[in-house]
């Protein structure tokens, strides 16, 4: 079957490339407005779901890879900040704090309508920042597309005083230890590339 990942994310599709595998994207268009009290690891399965079947129309060949992060810190939600004033808000909240991470994952049959999702938490601690790291740090690296205001697969690692995930991939976007698995359940194994 054809794999799609239903992202348009650049983020997701350099992970999922690491596999070898052939694949295309499409944006599944779903609305992510969280539902009234719907704890934020439910609304990242929720929505990694909902974007697979989102696509299971326009590709009802396909296997679809549906994929959402939500996050928390201190009961707030972290969204993408956008812009440089939102992010440096978002980083002096997150100073000396702990924020957990929840991403999701979720594999569609579309033939057969078969859908499996994991989803995976990440705990950040970050390090107490100062405003001039956070400034420099966001002038260097522009975390403007990501929650919580930081690239962990770049500079943003060095936010932090503490990681603690069962998939390191799950903070980028995409838990591929996760997700290889869901894979192999749909008959595809990443290593043979098939």
């Known amino acids: 079957m054809k794999i799609v990942l239903a992202s348009t994310s650049p983020y997701r599709r350099e992970l999922l490339a690491r596999f070898g595998l052939a694949f295309s994207q499409l944006a599944p268009g779903v609305d992510e407005c969280p539902l009234a009290g719907e704890p934020p690891d439910a609304l990242a399965a929720r929505l990694s779901e909902a974007k697979a079947r989102a696509l299971a129309q326009c590709r009802p060949d396909a296997l679809i890879i549906g994929s959402d992060q939500t996050a928390v810190c201190g009961g707030l939600a972290l969204g993408k900040p956008g812009n440089f004033t939102a992010a440096r808000a978002q980083l002096q909240r997150l100073s000396g704090q ?8 979720t ?22 920042l100062t405003p001039a790291e956070i ?4 002038e260097r690296e522009q975390p403007y597309d990501c929650a919580g205001s930081f690239k962990a697969e770049g500079l943003g690692i060095a936010l932090f005083n503490a990681l603690r995930s069962d998939d390191p991939t799950a903070l980028v976007g995409l838990p591929l230890i996760q997700l290889r698995e869901l894979l192999a359940e749909f008959g595809v194994d990443v290593i043979a590339g098939c």
């Open 98 to 105: 702990t924020a957990h991470f929840y991403t999701a994952v």
């Open 107 to 128: 594999v569609l049959n579309a033939t057969s309508g078969k859908a499996a999702s994991r989803t995976v938490t990440t705990e950040v601690v970050f390090r107490t």
């Open 135 to 138: 400034d420099r740090y966001l």
